[in-house]
Structure formats: structure tokens, C-alpha cells
């Protein structure tokens, strides 16, 4: 089998990092060599209402989603002075925004005033004016201007600056916590995750595409992002009945990696370590250290991509909506670099196809499991010991919802690399 080698400067990665991601490849191919492949110890039971009692919901929104780091965008969805982005994570509305100094703001998006929208989608802009009464936020979310100042009356301007929450930016995405109180910088939470996925080099990287899809609870919607034992069933008529259902999983605190023991079927691409056959080493490309579906905690998955031999990923982002039964699954396409004219349409298909498979496949199925869940007969639902990923991912959200605010640094900080 013939590598297609696509020479690329080495990105920096620290040595910790490295050393992690030296070990998961000699661990897969130790695996691939004696046919050996780890369960989890046993099946593990969840009550079924965690996916759609209210009251669980409002738990996971305060004490996970506004408590730990979010991927809110990858850098390169931002790149220059004013480019912003809108979205909204379980009912909070936000502005991401760049400044002329080059710093990333998150902000909420919330004229401060009375509550009026300050943006809505993406663009550029030098301030932010309301649509509704016309004050103007600086980038930074500074009010510059009241309208009819002296009619208004006497307000402290320095106190009405929009909501700022605490915001990092990191190998090339855009964590923030989504609390305005957090004591905590996002990028001490982040455990080291920065640093195994920083080989990407995702800083350089350019946009290429966004789709939003809609779907039910947001832990049905990335379930399916944490197994791969429904690939050779559900997406049969997609992927294929021959793919693999199993996966090697490696957790780095809350976050994982899912690996297939086996390549994508066709000419081996450029991350595949079982082509490559040994651990890559200085001289060789750090594809095939970064293989695999990357899933940054709570919601979060990376994978790569190669349409027309140029590397890509799918950066795909499920949020819960402002229900406990709705979500919102974010596929953005990010090219290593700026796709031509026929990288792009390969690009375009590629995206059209994954939205197909999770718009058309994933997500009806998860819609389906709601309403079904939902009826409160189903008691429990089984993640078998072929599906550690989802056993983590389960108990992980349970260590967040219990832990106090004061143990998260310990918590998360320390928990991939150390530092
Ligand atoms: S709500 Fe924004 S100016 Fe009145
Ligand atoms: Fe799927």
C-alpha cells in the first residue's frame, strides 16, 4: 500500500504531547499485531429520563456548559480585525468577535440597554450598534455611544459594557466559559488538550463551509459521535456494511480519541498509522499521529479529511438547544490551506455527503429515540463494554454535575498533560 505524502512544515508540539500521541500509536499497532482489543469491564445501564428530564437538562447547562471551556469557533472562522460570529448554546445568545489588536471577545449578545440583539450571523464590523434604541458596543463590547445622551439621563457607561465571559484562544479554536462570574481562564481548564491536538496547526487553517443541523437532546445527537458500532449498519447505504464496528478509544481526562482498526477503504491517506506501519518518527509527517476522531469535551468531534489530497477536517459541534429535547449540530470545513477551484468542489461534495449522513441517518434515528424515551417506558438505556467511549463520555458528565467550582482546576487542569 502506497502512502500519498503531502510534505508540510512540521507543526511545534511539546514534548509531553508528543510522547502521549507516540504512545497511542505504538498501543494501536500493538493491538493491530497481536489482534487483541480492549473492552470496557462491564455494560453500563443510564436511566433513560437523563436524556429528557428538564430538571437534568438545567443541571447540565449550569454546572457542565456554563462551567467548563467550549469550542465556540475554530480561529480561522474569525480570522482578521471585526470579523465576528453569532450563535447561541442552550438559550444564551453570543457574539464572538475580533479586535483591531487581534484578541478574540465573547461577549452576550445583549444590548445592555434592554436586551435587543446586537448582531445576528456572521460578518464584519468596526462597533456594533442596536438595532432597537441605537447605543454602540466597541469591539471589546465597551458602550461607546447612548443615542440622545443627554435625554437618556446620567448613566455610568463603564459599568453597561456588554457581558464578557472568560475566553482563550488555543491551537487554533476559540474556548470560553459561558459564565461572566467564572473565577477560572479557560485555557487552565483545558488539561493539555490544546497541546495533542496543537500538530493540527488549525491556527493557519481557512474556513471553508458552516451547515447547522437541527435534532433532539444534545447527548442523543453526540452519542452517536462516540461509537462507531452503528457505522456498519446504520450507514450502511453511506459508508458501507464493511466497515468495522469496533474502535479503540483513549481518553485524556474528559476528552477522546475513537480510532477504527482499520482504514477507510481506497488509497491509504496521508494520517494512516497501519499503512505507515510503525511509530512516526522526526523525520516522518505527523498525520498519522493525530489519526482518528478527535472529541473535545462536552461536544465537540474533529476528523480528517484528504478530497483531492489535501488535508481538511470536519469540525463538528453539538450544542444543546434552550429544550432539553432540542440541539443543534454545527459541520464546519476547515482546509489546511485555501482549497483551488476543484479542491473546493470535492470539498463541497465531501460536506454535502456528511451532512447527508448525519442530517439523514444520525440524527431521525436520534429524533426517533427521544420521542420514545420520552414516553418514560423505556426505564434504562445499555452502553455495552464495546462502547467505553460512551461510558466516559457518561461518567465524566456525572463527575462535572457533582464536582464543586473550587475542585475543576484540579479536576480538569491536570488532566492530560502535566504541566
Ligand atoms: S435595547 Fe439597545 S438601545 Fe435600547
Ligand atoms: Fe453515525
Same mark, same amino acid.
Given at each position: ?26 498501543? =494501536? ?67 464572538? $468577535? ?34 432597537? @434604541? ?31 465571559? *472568560? ?6 479554536? $476559540? ?10 481562564? *479557560?485555557?487552565? =481548564? ?25 435534532? *433532539? ?7 452517536? @459521535? ?40 481506497? *488509497? ?10 510503525? $511509530? ?19 461536544? $465537540? ?119
Amino acid at each position: 500500500m502506497t502512502i500519498m505524502t503531502t510534505r508540510r512544515p512540521k507543526a511545534a508540539l511539546a514534548d509531553p504531547a508528543r510522547r502521549i500521541l507516540e504512545h497511542h500509536a505504538a498501543a =494501536l499497532l500493538q493491538h493491530t499485531a497481536e489482534q487483541t482489543f480492549p473492552l470496557a469491564a462491564a455494560v453500563m445501564r443510564r436511566d433513560a429520563a437523563h436524556y429528557t428530564c428538564p430538571d437534568r437538562f438545567v443541571l447540565e447547562k449550569q454546572r457542565v456548559f456554563s462551567r467548563v471551556p467550549l469550542v465556540l469557533a475554530a480561529s480561522c472562522e474569525v480570522p482578521g480585525p471585526g470579523d465576528y460570529k453569532t450563535l447561541d448554546v442552550a438559550g444564551i445568545p453570543i457574539l464572538l $468577535v475580533r479586535d483591531r489588536r487581534g484578541a478574540v471577545h465573547a461577549l452576550l449578545n445583549s444590548c445592555t440597554h434592554r436586551g435587543a440583539a446586537l448582531a445576528s450571523g456572521c460578518g464584519a464590523a468596526a462597533r456594533f450598534t442596536c438595532p432597537y @434604541h441605537g447605543w454602540t458596543f466597541a469591539q471589546d463590547g465597551a458602550l461607546i455611544g447612548i443615542a440622545s445622551a443627554a435625554d437618556f439621563g446620567a448613566v455610568e457607561k463603564a459599568a453597561l459594557a456588554m457581558k464578557r465571559f *472568560p475566553v482563550a484562544e488555543r491551537a487554533g479554536l $476559540v474556548w470560553a466559559i459561558l459564565d461572566p462570574a467564572s473565577p477560572h481562564d *479557560p485555557a487552565d =481548564l483545558l488539561g493539555g488538550i490544546d497541546d495533542l491536538i496543537a500538530g493540527f496547526g488549525l491556527e493557519s487553517w481557512t474556513h471553508v463551509a458552516t451547515r447547522t443541523l437541527h435534532g *433532539p437532546n444534545w447527548k442523543l445527537a453526540f452519542d452517536a @459521535h462516540l461509537e462507531f458500532y452503528h457505522v456498519p449498519v446504520l450507514h450502511r447505504e453511506t459508508f458501507g456494511p464493511d466497515r468495522s464496528n469496533r474502535a479503540f478509544y483513549f481518553a485524556q481526562g474528559p476528552h477522546q480519541r475513537v480510532i477504527a482498526p482499520q482504514a477507510r477503504p481506497g *488509497p491509504a491517506s496521508p494520517d494512516d498509522l497501519y499503512a505507515l506501519g510503525h $511509530v512516526p518518527g522526526a523525520d516522518d509527517p505527523m498525520d498519522p499521529l493525530l489519526m482518528g476522531e478527535w472529541i473535545l469535551f462536552p461536544g $465537540v468531534s474533529i476528523n480528517t479529511f484528504y478530497p483531492n489530497g489535501q488535508r481538511a477536517v470536519l469540525l463538528s459541534v453539538v450544542m444543546p438547544g434552550a429544550e432539553v429535547g432540542a440541539s443543534t449540530t454545527t459541520q464546519t470545513f476547515l482546509a489546511e490551506a485555501a482549497p483551488d477551484d476543484a479542491t473546493r468542489a470535492m470539498m463541497d461534495d465531501l460536506g454535502a455527503f456528511l451532512a447527508h449522513v448525519v442530517g439523514d441517518e444520525d440524527l431521525p434515528t436520534s429524533a426517533f429515540q427521544q420521542k420514545a424515551l420520552g414516553t418514560g417506558m423505556m426505564g434504562d438505556v445499555y452502553f455495552g463494554r464495546n462502547e467505553g467511549g460512551l461510558q466516559h463520555f457518561h461518567g465524566w458528565l456525572d463527575r462535572l454535575i457533582a464536582a464543586a467550582e473550587a475542585d475543576l482546576p484540579a479536576l480538569l487542569g491536570a488532566s492530560c498533560l502535566p504541566r
